[in-house]
Nanobody
C-alpha cells in the first residue's frame, strides 16, 4: 500500500497560481502512474492530470491543458501539480492517487483504476 499526502491548497484570486504537492510513502515502487483528480460540491470526482513514474508521460483533462502542469521528482517520491491562470470553476478538493499498473492512456482518467488515494487538499478560486 502507498500512503499519499497532499499539500499546497488554499485561497487564490482568479488568474493566480498554486502548486500542489503529493508525497508518497510506503511501497512507492509499486506505483506506475500518479494522478490528480478533483471534486466540487455536488459534482462527481473528475480526472485532472496524470503522469507515469517511468518516462514521465503526461495526460490532462482538456479544460486544464495549457494552464496546469503535472511533474514528478522520483528522488523525493513527490508529484506536483502547477496550476496557473486559475478560474473560479477550478474550485474543488484536489486528490492525489496512485495506480500500480499503467495500462495505457485510455485508462489514466478512470478513477476506478487507481489503488491508493490521499485525503485531498482544498483549492478555492475567488472571482
Amino acid at each position: 500500500q502507498v500512503q499519499l499526502v497532499e499539500s499546497g491548497g488554499g485561497l487564490v484570486q482568479a488568474g493566480g497560481s498554486l502548486r500542489l504537492s503529493c508525497v508518497a510513502s510506503g511501497r512507492t515502487s509499486s506505483s506506475a502512474v500518479m494522478g490528480w483528480f478533483r471534486q466540487s460540491p455536488g459534482k462527481e470526482r473528475e480526472f485532472v492530470a496524470a503522469i507515469t513514474w517511468t518516462g514521465g508521460s503526461t495526460y490532462y483533462q482538456q479544460s486544464v491543458k495549457g494552464r496546469f502542469t503535472i511533474s514528478r521528482d522520483a528522488a523525493k517520491n513527490t508529484v506536483y501539480l502547477q496550476m496557473n491562470s486559475l478560474k473560479p470553476e477550478d474550485t474543488a478538493v484536489y486528490y492525489c492517487a496512485a495506480d500500480r499498473r499503467f495500462l495505457g492512456s485510455m485508462y489514466v482518467a478512470r478513477e476506478g483504476e487507481y489503488d491508493d488515494w490521499g485525503q485531498g487538499t482544498q483549492v478555492t478560486v475567488s472571482a
